[in-house]
């Protein structure tokens, strides 16, 4: 059975927009970095240019992206467990769209497996949400505008000038390259704060058949 939802058709979707907006607010509330709709777009261009690259079937690049988009919105009920709540709204969400139950599979186990205390790549769409949600380090992501009264999330997050995610010439490796200001957060602050998820970064990439390496202000530390 083919089905005819889409990235676009769920962008669309103003009740899935809803519970993505909503969960963000959910977070600003508790003090977390931003988890807007800047976040899950990025997630799910970042996942789709993976599987592209790699030369996966259009379809399961679409998946990824529809996994992208959905992934956080667990956070409406609670940040803890979000990966799993999150799930299982999508489920919901996607069984009233008489979606596949295969496809769904693919997109509930990829929300399912996204947060570092819990995740694992079970499956390629999987693999490339953790890579795309774990390297989304960014300024524009902390909401804080005291700089003064910063945690260490917020100058970790504020210290990030610019970041990119690539494949070296061969695709054997995926980089996350960053430029990080050294007199807002140390390199140590980074690693201290994100070590976990780069972990989880490199189990993904495994997965997919890559190397993931890190770059920090031109310096492979990883």
């Given at each position: 059975?083919?089905?005819v939802?889409?990235?676009?058709y769920i ?7 809803t519970?993505?907006?909503?969960a ?6 508790i003090?977390y ?9 990025r997630v799910a261009?970042?996942?789709s ?5 790699l030369g996966?079937?259009e379809?399961?690049?679409?998946l990824v ?5 959905m992934h956080?919105?667990?956070?409406v ?9 999150g799930?299982?709204?999508a ?5 009233n769209l008489?979606?596949?139950?295969e ?13 570092e205390?819990?995740a ?14 774990k390297t989304?380090v960014?300024?524009t992501r902390?909401?804080?505008s005291?700089?003064?009264?910063f945690?260490?999330?917020d100058r ?17 490796s ?32 495994q997965y997919?058949g ?8 031109g310096?492979?530390?990883?």
């Open positions: 059975m083919a089905s939802v889409t990235y676009k962008r669309q979707n103003p009740d899935i927009m519970y993505i907006k909503r963000d607010k959910a977070l600003e509330a003090g970095t931003e988890h807007s709709v800047a976040h899950v777009e261009q970042t996942a240019m993976i599987l592209t690259e996966y079937p379809r399961q690049i679409e992206k529809i996994a992208g988009i956080d919105i667990g956070n009920i609670n940040r803890v467990d979000h990966a799993q709540s799930a299982v709204m489920f919901r969400l996607l069984d008489s979606m596949p139950a496809e769904i599979c693919t997109i509930v186990s990829a929300i399912g497996n996204h947060d205390s819990t694992f790549p079970v499956d390629p769409v999987s693999a490339a949400l953790i890579i795309a949600d989304d960014r300024r902390v909401r804080n005291d700089i003064f009264n945690d260490i999330h970790v997050n504020y210290a990030v000038e610019s970041s990119n995610v690539r494949f070296n010439d061969n695709k054997t995926i980089i996350l390259e960053l430029t990080i200001n050294t007199t807002i957060s140390s390199v140590m602050e980074y690693f201290e704060i994100f070590l976990q998820r780069m972990i989880l970064c490199k189990k993904a990439s997919l890559l190397k993931f390496e890190m770059v920090i202000n310096t492979e530390v990883l």
